[in-house]
Each structure stands twice: as C-alpha cells, then as structure tokens.
C-alpha cells in the first residue's frame, strides 16, 4: 500500500514537471498577448473618451454660435433653434457615456461633473435667451448670452480633461513596454527551468527506479512471512476463486478436513472433507458472497470432519480483490466452537432446572399468599370474638363482679389485643418481603428528618439531644426506607426512656467498596452482645415488654427491607451503655447523590 501511494506520488510529480515544462511558455505567451491586448483596448478607451469630450465641446461651440447668429439678425430660422437647442438633447447621453467610461478615475470624474454643471447652467441660459429674442427683447436675449459665457465657461474643463486622457495614454504605453521586457525575462528564466526540470526528472526517475526495485524484493519478503503467518495460524483459513475451487489453504484447513495443499490440485470447497461441505444452503451463501460481495457472518454449522468427530463450527467469508487478478477471491475462516456449544448445552439445563426452582418459589410464594390470607381473616374472627364475649361479659357482671374476675377479664382483653397485634406484624413482615420494589431517587436527609419529627411527638416531656450528619441520595423504595429509619429511630427514643439526658446520634460512612454505611447510635439500655444474633429475628427481644414494650418484629423488618435493597444489617452494643444500629446500601451514581451540609 505504501509503495502504491509512493508511485502514485511520483507520477503526480512526473506529470506535474511536463506540465510545467509544456505549460510555462504558453502561460508567459498568453501573458504578453493579453498585455498587448490590454494596451490596445487602453488605446481606444483613450481615443473614444476624447471623440466623446471633442463632439461635448463642438455641440456646446455650435449651440452659442447658433444663438449669436441669431442675435446679430438672421431671420428665424427653424435650424439655428435646433443647433442652439442641441445640447438638451445630446448632452446628458453624451455626459453619461464619459462617467461610464471615466468610473475608474476619481479625478476625471471630477472633471466631468464640472462639464455637466457648466453644461447644464449654459443650456439654462440659452433657453432663457431663446424666449427673450422670441419675445422681441433682443437686449435681454444677448445679456442671456453674455451671461453663460461669463458664467459658464466650459473650454478649459474641457482642455484639462483631455490633457490628463493624453498623459494617462503615455502611462499606458510605458507600462506595456515595461511589461514586454518582463516578459522577455520571464520566457528567458522558463526556457532555464524547463532545462532544471528535465534534469530533475531524469535524476528521480533513475532514483525511483532503484528504489522500486528495492520495494519489490521487501514485498517478495512480506508476503513471505505472512504466507508463514497463515500457515502457523491454528485456525482453518482457506482462499477460493469465484468457483468455490480452493486457491489456498493453510496447515490447520488441511489437517482438520484432511485436504494436502502440496498436492497441486485446486479441487472445489464441496469435494474436500469427505461431504463436510456439503451444505447447500452454506454453498449458496458463499455464492451469494462471491457475486453480490455480502459477507457472511457467524453462520453455524456442524460437520463431521475427518477424525470423525461431530463439530459445532462457526463459518465467516467475506470478498476480496485479488492484487494480480481481475476476478474476486473468497477468504473463509472456520472457528471450532464444539466446547463453547456444549457449555451453552450445559447453561441451557441448567435454565430449565432453574425455571424449575422458580416455578417451585411461586408455588410457595401462593401459598405463602393463602396463608396469609388465612391469618388475616381466620384468625381475626376468633379474636374478634373472644375480645368481645370478655366485654359482654364484663357488662353482665356489672357490680357483681370482685377484683379478680375483673384482672382475669383484663387479662382476655389485653391478650386478644396483644394477639391482633402480633397477627398485623407478622402480615407487615409478609408483605415486606413479597411485594415489589419500587426504585427511585431517595433523600435519605429528608426521611431522617421525618422520622425523627414522627417520634418527637410521643416525648415532648423528655430531653434529647439529637446529631445528624448530613446524608445522601440513594436509589431505593422510598416507602421501605421511611420504615426503616421509623424503626431505628424509633428504638432509638424507647430504649432511652430511662435516661435523664437520651443522646442519639445518626452518621453515615463510606466502605471501601464505596457503598454507604449509616448508622444510629444512643446512649440507652443496650444488649449484651452473645445475644446479638437474636435482634433481627421475628419475634426476638432481649428485653422485657414491662420495661420497653413492643412486638420484637420491628428489627426483623428493618433487615428484610435492607436485604432486599442489596444490604445488610448489623448492631453493637454493651449492657446499660448503649447500642449502635448499622446497615448499609448499594452506592448511587445519580447527580447529587453525595452528602451535602445540612
């Protein structure tokens, strides 16, 4: 490609010399004959300007010598009023004719504008005349005259307009002498490049020579090595003519169909590999690549080669210009894809086992469904119940009952309450890990601010003191997350009822992996931490309901929710000292998903 580009460049080089050898005399010929022809027009420009300035001049001479004509006594005579009244006629053309042909000279133009103005002042005048010798006032008539030739004289306009035509002529004609003796030069200093040039030419054709020679036994080289390259390649590679007949093949073509390239024969692509290519569809496609130049990509095809082993192969072509043929060649490349297709076998079972297991969980998930069905409506009924045969039974008492039929009517009352209870959190709990998540930008900020407004409103008698860093924008359901932040916030105010001063504190890191860590910290009852495992489970409290009441389900809530977001959960804490609540999430790339101030 190189060495194309180089002779490319040398034969526009080459092409360029006998183009400036042949054209360089022409272009300075055609030079001198357009200067010629220049100065010939300049010529006639010159001479009809001053045709046109002595035909302004005699027009404006024989109107005043018509006019006088009559003031000395000539009859009226309809031919002195023509002359006398000529210039309205033929000035003004004439006029505009001179400021065309001056445009190109400010001076001139100048000059002409005077004329006009004179012109126009002198036509004036002799009108005025006119009527006053018509009107018998031959006095008045030849004042009127007297007038425009005091007034108006033109002659000297007229003698310096032509002065400076002239002298512009002279300039002329010494530019056009100068211009001949350059081009006598030029013609001298092309007839000595030409003469350079051929030299040039000489010498770097003789160069090229030599290095084309030099570029030739390089290329012999390169496509020895790559005839190395192709054959060390372990892929099958084959080149066919447009009849499918094998031009090349390399070593791996050969061992895999069982084909020698040595053998001198150019047998068609169908005849090699004991029916291996025998597919029509396949023949046709290649055809098709040949003839319309499509390439072919990917196409999947098992074959039997000649070890006798079924492989799944992977067949591509494509057209290409043979560089000392007119007609287009194939260039074929097989790729034993044989692992790779059994492996896809093996993630295909394992698909099918896996909808399988799927199917399983939705079974389960139904029924999970049915079950919560039953606690919801089979379970409220008896409860219902029990709760409200205690009150009826309370009511028919009345009086009659002591204080101890009253502690064990309380006690059903409370029980049921506390059963109801626990039915509606262990639904929530159901719930949370069944229904779907509904991801989106989350202000964790704005949720922490919410939930600690939330328990604020149950201790308004009570001082806390509250330290909240600033936090950031996650992806997640925002729902879930206000409830987990209302649970842990929540702990957070109960389990420091009994300090004078409660402080709780809510931070947020960063893991090395670049997920966020947020934490809520306090200063109240804590947990002894071999009992630490027991926390996020449903039901689980390490506390007595006397002393902070709750159901134990809301921890198991906050872990369901965080797991489901890619998170987990973790706690630590020491008896009477207080605890610390973590859980992290998955980072976010949104735009503002970064701590900020608060």
Not at 120 to 133: C, E, F, I, S, W
Not at 528 to 537: P, S, T
Not at 567 to 592: I, K, N, Q, Y
């Amino acid at each position: 490609m190189i060495e194309r580009i180089g002779l490319r460049w040398r034969l526009v080089g080459l092409l360029a010399a006998v183009l400036v050898i042949v054209a360089l005399p022409y272009v300075v010929t055609r030079a001198s004959t357009e200067d010629a022809l220049n100065s010939r027009d300049w010529v006639t420009h010159t001479a009809d300007i001053k045709a046109s300035v002595y035909r302004l001049d005699a027009i404006l001479r024989s109107s005043e010598a018509a006019m006088f004509a009559r003031l000395a006594g000539s009859p009226a005579d309809t031919a002195l009023e023509e002359r006398a009244l000529a210039p309205r006629q033929t000035i003004p053309g004439i006029i505009a004719t001179l400021r065309t042909m001056t445009r190109d000279n400010a001076e001139q133009l100048t000059r002409l504008g005077a004329i006009e103005s004179i012109a126009n002042g002198r036509m004036v005048l002799t009108d005025q005349a006119l009527q006053r010798l018509k009107a018998g006032d031959r006095d008045g008539a030849f004042a009127s005259m007297e007038d425009a030739r005091l007034l108006f004289p033109f002659r000297e306009q007229v003698r310096q307009l032509l002065d400076e035509e002239s002298k512009l002529l002279t300039d002329r004609r010494e530019q056009a002498e100068k211009l001949a003796a350059n081009n006598r030069l030029v013609l001298l200093v092309a007839a000595l490049a030409q003469v350079v040039l051929l030299c040039i030419v000489v010498v770097v054709s003789e160069r090229q020579i030599s290095i084309r020679l030099a570029a030739e036994s390089k290329v012999a080289e390169a496509v020895q090595r790559s005839q190395l390259i192709v054959q060390a390649v372990r892929e099958p590679i084959a080149m066919l003519d447009g009849d499918l007949r094998t031009l090349l093949v390399n070593t791996a073509f050969g061992e895999l169909y069982g084909f020698d390239p040595e053998g001198g024969k150019n047998p068609p692509l169908n005849e090699i590999g004991d029916g291996a290519w025998n597919d029509s569809a396949l023949l046709q496609r290649l055809n098709d690549v040949v003839a319309r130049d499509r390439e072919l990509w990917d196409y999947e095809l098992t074959q039997r080669t000649v070890d006798g082993v079924d492989r799944f192969v992977v067949i591509n072509a494509r057209r290409i210009e043979q560089p000392d043929s007119d007609r287009p060649a194939l260039l074929l490349t097989v790729s034993d894809i044989t692992a790779r297709a059994l492996v896809e076998q093996k993630v295909s079972e394992l698909n099918r086992q896996l909808e399988g297991k799927v199917e399983q969980i939705s079974d389960v998930n139904r029924e999970l469904e049915a079950f919560s069905y039953s606690v919801s409506h089979d379970l409220r009924a008896p409860l219902r119940h029990i709760s409200g045969f205690a009150g009826k039974l309370e009511t028919q008492l009345g009086d009659q009952a002591d204080d101890r039929v009253r502690h064990y009517i309380d006690v059903i009352s409370s029980s049921s309450r506390r059963m109801a209870q626990l039915i509606d959190d262990l639904l929530v709990f159901s719930r949370l890990g069944r229904g779907a998540l509904r991801l989106q930008p989350v202000d964790m900020q704005s949720l922490v601010e919410e939930a600690r407004a939330l328990v604020e409103t149950d201790t308004r008698d009570r001082r806390i003191e509250w330290r909240i860093a600033p936090m950031p924008i996650v992806v997640g359901d925002e729902n879930m997350l206000r409830t987990v932040w209302q649970n842990l916030l929540g702990n957070a105010v109960k389990y420091t009822g009994n300090r004078e001063l409660a402080q709780i504190e809510v931070g947020l890191d960063r893991l090395p992996a670049g997920d966020y860590e947020f934490f809520v910290r306090d200063n109240g009852a804590g947990f002894d931490m071999q009992y630490a495992g027991k926390l996020f489970g449903v039901f689980q409290r390490l506390h007595r309901a006397s002393e902070f009441p709750g159901n134990g389900i809301g921890l198991a809530n906050v872990r369901r929710i965080v797991a489901r977001h890619g998170g987990r959960t973790w706690a630590e804490g020491e008896t009477d000292r207080g605890a610390t609540f973590h859980f992290s999430l998955p980072a976010s790339d949104l735009p503002g998903a970064r701590t900020g101030d608060s």
